[in-house]
């Protein structure tokens, strides 16, 4: 079966540090993979989406950048976080339009 | 601006209470998608709703498509406190698969 993994849970980080947020999925090959960014209690934004290794489609400017080196990893990076990054992130993945989310990881810029 | 309009944004009921969950769009969709999401935690796809005037249900949960799939709504029977949580709509506008999510409406049956 399929599974997606999102790491870590929880993150707090000084303003000006940067960010590694890492998913990889297990039980597919080639998945569209996503990124999306919540508000607290609200719908979520696409930030980033990939149909391959090393393609990523950017939908909002910002602070953020995200890399696929391989095929069921998908990471989402910051060189200097600002305290508008503070969000619950999530990395999800699709075929054939149905989707699947990770777990989430809430990160607090202080 | 947001794509999908849900309504209401804060749904408080009693347990056994019926509610009604709204997803309106100027704009038309392939596909269209209901979850939940618990706090802390991602979204939980419920179902997919394809086909305009498409009717389904999930025991006590019935979602219906518009007629020109720019619509959409979540019915719950006899509601539950275990149905409290975010429901969000989402729909499906390009060839590439990308959910556009509504800004979500949250549910709370109290017991």
Do not use: M
């Not at chain 1, 934004?45 to 990939?50: D, H, I, N, V």
């Not at chain 2, 498409?54 to 406190?81: N, W």
């Not at chain 2, 989402?90 to 990308?98: E, L, N």
């Amino acid at each position: 079966s399929q599974t997606i993994h999102q790491w870590p849970a929880t993150l707090v980080q000084p303003v000006g540090s940067p960010l590694s947020l890492e998913c990889t999925v297990e039980g597919t090959s080639n998945p569209n993979l996503y990124w999306y960014r919540q508000a607290a209690g609200r719908g979520l934004q696409l930030l980033f989406y990939s149909v391959g290794i090393g393609q990523i489609s950017s939908e909002v400017p910002q602070n953020l950048s995200a890399s696929r080196p391989q095929d069921r990893q998908f990471i989402l990076s910051s060189k200097k976080l600002l305290l508008s990054d503070s969000g619950f992130y999530l990395c999800a993945w699709s075929q054939n339009y149905g989707y699947t989310f990770g777990s989430g990881t809430r990160l607090t810029v202080v | 601006t947001q794509l999908l309009e849900q309504s209401p944004q804060f749904l408080s009921i009693q347990e056994g209470e019926n509610l009604t969950v709204y997803c309106n769009s100027s704009s038309v969709f392939s596909s269209l998608q209901w979850y939940r999401q618990e706090p802390g935690e991602g979204p939980v796809l419920l179902v997919t709703v394809v086909t305009g005037g498409e009717v389904k249900k999930l025991k006590r949960l019935t979602f219906q498509f518009g007629d020109a799939r720019k619509d959409s709504s979540l019915h719950i029977t006899a509601a539950q406190p275990g149905d409290t949580g975010l429901y969000l709509c989402a729909g499906i506008t390009d060839s590439w698969g990308k959910l556009q999510f509504g800004a979500g409406t949250q549910v709370v049956v109290t017991p």
